[in-house]
Every structure is written in C-alpha cells, then in structure tokens.
Nanobody
Framework: QVQLVESGGGLVQAGGSLRLSCTASERTTSRHVMGWFRQAPGKEREFVTAISWVGGYTIYADSVKGRFTISRDNAKNTVYLQMNSLKPEDTAVYYC???????????????????WGQGTQVTVSS
C-alpha cells in the first residue's frame, strides 16, 4: 500500500506564495503519475495539476495555469506544488494523488488515481 504525505500548507495573504510537498512511502514516484487535487468547503474535489513519471510532461487546470507549477524529485520520492499569486478562491484542502502508468491530458478525474494523501489545508486571506 502506497502512502502519500502532504506538507507545506498554511495561511497566506492574497498575492503570496506557498510550496506544498508530497512524499511517498516507497519508491513509487519513479513509475507513477503524481497529481494534486483540491477541495474547497461545500464543493467537489477538483483537479489542479499532474506530472508524468519521466519527461516532465505536465497538465494544469485552467484556473491555475501560469500561477502554479508542479515538479518532482524521484530520488526523494517527492512531488512539489509551487503556488504563486494566490487568490482567496484557492483556499481549499490540497490532496496529493498517484497513479501507475503514463499521463495523458484526460487524467483529470479522481477515478484516474489510485492512491491519495490525507490533505493539507491552504487558506488565502483577502
């Protein structure tokens, strides 16, 4: 069973930045697509971004393009989410997710991912 642990959440003012990290319990990241989802209060969990296990292919939700950047360090079994120019509407619990295989542009659904972290809260104040 793969375990994913997120960290780096917190409270930040609008326009600020945060970097989230997600570390896997084993060396799965070398062959897994890694992604981030988020869930705001009263809303469904939504896709944010994902990265392939090699080659650096990435996909982003339109709402975060140009502001968020996903990256990974397979040697550390860790994926990162750099969030810049944060807005109050970015407030949510952010979840790390993983799936075995390749990444394509359609992999934006929760059902596409097999493993999930517990989430980390990000709050952006106006």
């Amino acid at each position: 069973q793969v375990q994913l642990v997120e960290s780096g959440g917190g409270l930040v003012q609008a326009g600020g930045s945060l970097r989230l990290s997600c570390t896997a319990s084993e060396r799965t990241t070398s062959r897994h697509v890694m992604g981030w989802f988020r869930q705001a209060p009263g809303k469904e969990r939504e896709f944010v971004t994902a990265i392939s296990w090699v080659g650096g292919y990435t996909i982003y939700a339109d709402s975060v393009k140009g502001r968020f950047t996903i990256s990974r360090d397979n040697a550390k079994n860790t994926v990162y989410l750099q969030m810049n120019s944060l807005k109050p509407e970015d407030t949510a619990v952010y979840y790390c997710a993983a799936r075995f295989g390749v990444l394509n542009s359609a992999n934006t659904r929760m059902n596409d991912y097999d493993y999930w972290g517990q989430g980390t809260q990000v709050t952006v104040s106006s």
